[in-house]
């Protein structure tokens, strides 16, 4: 894997990813929050990237830690936003202590391989207080993958184009593939392999380490992906 978009070029993904709805994602979440009466208690962050959830439930009165194992990620997050930031991710890290709230958004657990979903969720189980709530959730992606195509922004350093494809390979993962023209006229290859879990199979693994389950159809009318909601 080379995953040179995550850590040399941040600002870039963030230019890449500016059209996403994170205050629809963190009005999803705050709704479902305060429903169980856990409006601005501390909160876990897994998989923060950039920092785009993360200062959002800075501003709404959450006391946030947040892990991110790519550092050049969570440079720019530390730029944002006033959390507590941890260089660590899944399937396995140690924060020393429970939280009320523990959150994966946006396909933090398709980064995972097949075996290590298991460990994840025990890790993530271990971190959450009694009483607490885990929302994370899970990208349609396609098994057997999909046509190249092409993606073309401008960002305060310049116009970038990207192609980008997912390609199915021999571990029942994507391999999800970048080609990346910068404004400067260089250009690199991006690489990272994401795993199309099935949500039956997520949910198996919840239960079994003693989580109650709801799923539900994306954060808002406008999104494919399941969300679980466990507690």
């Known amino acids: 894997m080379v995953e040179q978009l995550y850590s040399e070029y941040p600002e870039l993904?963030?230019?890449i990813q500016s059209e996403w709805d994170y205050d629809r994602d963190v009005a999803f979440v705050t709704e479902r929050l305060d429903a169980r009466e856990l409006a601005g208690t501390e909160?876990?962050?897994?998989?923060c990237g950039t920092g785009e959830h993360t200062k959002r439930f800075v501003d709404a009165g959450f006391d946030v830690t947040a892990v991110e194992p790519n550092e050049g990620m969570l440079s720019l997050a530390r730029e944002k936003t006033d959390a507590t930031f941890h260089t660590d991710g899944l399937p396995g890290f140690d924060i020393g202590?429970?939280?009320?709230?523990?959150l994966a958004i946006r396909g933090v657990i398709n980064h995972l391989v097949p075996g290590e979903l298991g460990p994840a969720i025990e890790t993530l189980e271990t971190h959450l207080a009694p009483g607490g709530v885990l929302v994370f959730d899970n990208s349609p992606l396609?098994?057997?993958g999909n046509e190249a195509a092409l993606d073309v922004g401008t960002y305060k350093h310049g116009q970038y184009a990207r192609v980008v494809q997912m390609t199915p390979i021999d571990t029942g993962q994507l391999s999800w593939d970048s080609l990346v023209f910068t404004p400067d006229g260089?250009?690199?290859i991006d690489s990272y392999d994401m795993t199309p879990f099935e949500d039956v199979t997520i949910a198996a693994t919840l239960s079994q380490h003693g989580l109650a389950v709801e799923t539900v159809a994306g954060y808002g009318p406008d999104d494919s992906r399941t969300v679980f909601v466990a507690g």
């Open 43 to 47: 909160l876990l962050e897994v998989g």
């Open 186 to 188: 260089e250009f690199f």
């Open 142 to 144: 396609p098994p057997e």
């Open 13 to 15: 993904y963030d230019a």
């Open 97 to 102: 202590r429970e939280f009320d709230v523990i």
